[in-house]
């Protein structure tokens, strides 16, 4: 038996973590094609990129706010968006095909974490937001869904403070979640 040999890949991963405070920073547009291009690389049975990624930055995130708040029943917007200087949504888009919905959905949640680990190995702090308000009226409305997506939720995205903490998750214990079939 040969031991595995630690990868950038597996260290990319292995310290992955959320970074719920960021700074004002966010990746350029040309970043993001580059890591939205290669995230989409992901396993996806027919190939049928059963996914999008919506970016909102600057007053998008304010409308976003409006219609968190109107989800809710709030009467004054959310600021829950303003706390990244730049907010993916991600959608997946269900094609009428054999592959089943289910599965497309996991090919569009397997993206966004593509996407999440992607920006963490290049620098960038993100936190995945995830609720009940990903499958509100105004919520959808305000990102302009079609029949047939839905909304996973957003990545907020930013830079990684200088002064916060290095701490990172425990680590799984694989034992307790790798079995053989009985």
Known sequence: MTELVEST?????????????VTDAAPTQDELLQIVGAAGRVADHSSLRPWRIITLRGDDRVKLGRAL??????????????RAPLV???????????VPAWEQEATAAGVAHMVSLLLDDAGWGVFWRTGSATRAKA????HGL????????WLYVGGKPANARAGRRKVVNAKAHLSAMP
């Open 9 to 21: 890949v597996l260290a990319a991963v292995a310290g992955r973590r959320s970074w719920s405070k």
């Open 69 to 82: 708040a109107k989800a809710e029943g709030d009467s004054k917007p959310s600021t829950k968006p303003m």
């Open 88 to 98: 993916l949504a991600v959608v997946v888009s269900v094609k009428k095909s054999k």
């Open 139 to 142: 919520v959808r409305k305000a």
């Open 146 to 153: 079609k029949k047939g997506e839905e909304l996973l939720g």
